[in-house]
């Protein structure tokens, strides 16, 4: 009987054994259905993705602020509200305007890892970001046309004449924040003429960013008198004697800018061939000589009468010099009044 029992045992267990393995069997068939069931697995998927946030690192990234923000290396999905806070977290400091670093992303997600805006986020993407500072770019030739336009803008405080500003040392370029430029223009000295160097002070959307210094040559020119030949001490000035040449006026003591200034007047000292002429150097010239024989207008009220004399000496009008009167045969001081004419009160 012993044998049959142990059958009957063995016969059981395979029964159970059959049973295990056909409801393992269905529940993989199930699974399997459910997998190939259209719309069920996909759909499922779908939503999940939908609730996920998503970090995709960008491999270059330009950026214009000081500091370098998460959404300005990375695309984050999905893009709304609540991945506003995400996008706003610094990562980094800029580079300098024009300037660029790398930055490393692993790092990034280790500083950021235990914030709570970064709960659930799913990172990836470009193991590297290469980040380039937007800027404004200030060349030379730039900040001399500034120099330039300030000089226009206050023409009235200058000589007359075309102004020119010649620059002698000034930054390359400049390469400054990007924003809204503004700045302002100081010179040297009071007097913008004799300014040999102007500030500038920039500053982008209202805030100071930089400043820097131009040196170089404010220039009036101005067509002036200029002397074609010697002309001596004493001699009057002939207009073929004259010439007008573009000059420096800021260089200039007094010039003079029409032929018709010096013509007629008299050198008050030898002037050289090429020179510019200046006021202070040319007189009046004499309206009665030495040895003439003027009239002599001589009064007291309404008394008036005349007689003739011989001038002692050169006289302009207006000067007062001595006169021999013919009629006495003496010496009297009298007034120039015009050519050939004198005056005394008596």
Request: with cysteine; aromatic share 4%; proline share 6%.
């Amino acid at each position: 009987m012993a044998p049959l029992k142990s059958r009957i045992f063995c016969s059981s267990s395979l029964q159970g054994q059959a049973k295990g393995a056909i409801g393992a069997l269905l529940l993989l068939l199930s699974a399997l259905s459910l997998s190939l069931w259209p719309g069920a697995m996909p759909s499922q998927a779908a939503a999940a993705s939908s609730t996920a946030t998503s970090v995709t690192f960008q491999e270059q990234a330009p950026v214009i602020a000081a500091k370098i923000t998460l959404a300005d290396i990375a695309v984050i999905t999905p893009d709304d509200e609540t991945t506003l806070a995400l996008g706003q977290m610094v990562v980094a400091a800029a580079p300098p305007p024009g300037g660029s670093k790398q930055l490393r992303t692993p790092s990034i997600i280790a500083a950021l890892r235990n914030a709570p805006q970064t709960a659930g986020v799913h990172w990836q993407g470009s193991t590297t970001v290469e980040v380039r500072r937007q800027g404004i770019r200030v060349s030379r030739a730039q900040l001399q046309e500034l120099i330039l336009g300030y000089l226009e803008e206050h023409r009235r405080e200058l000589p007359p004449g075309e102004i020119r500003f010649t620059s002698l040392r000034a930054p390359e370029k400049l390469l400054l924040p990007y924003g809204e430029l503004s700045w302002k223009i100081t010179p040297s000295r009071p007097r913008i003429e004799d300014s040999s160097s102007f500030s500038i002070f920039f500053k982008v959307n209202g805030e100071p960013a930089h400043n820097c210094t131009v040196r170089g040559r404010v220039e009036a020119l101005s067509e002036v008198v200029v002397a074609r030949e010697s002309i001596q001490r004493g001699a009057i000035i002939q207009a073929g004697q004259l010439s007008l040449v573009k000059k420096n006026t800021l260089k200039l003591s007094h010039p003079l800018f029409a032929l018709d200034q010096a013509v007629g007047r008299q050198a008050g000292r030898t002037l050289s061939a090429g020179r510019p002429l200046r006021a202070d150097e040319l007189l009046l010239p004499p309206v009665i000589r030495e040895g003439e024989l003027v009239k002599i207008l001589a009064g007291k009220g309404a008394l008036r009468i005349t007689t003739r004399g011989i001038a002692k000496a050169d006289g302009k009008q207006g000067q007062v010099i001595r006169v021999k009167n013919i009629s006495s045969n003496k010496l009297i001081y009298a007034r120039v009044m015009a050519p050939g004419m004198v005056s005394v009160e008596f």
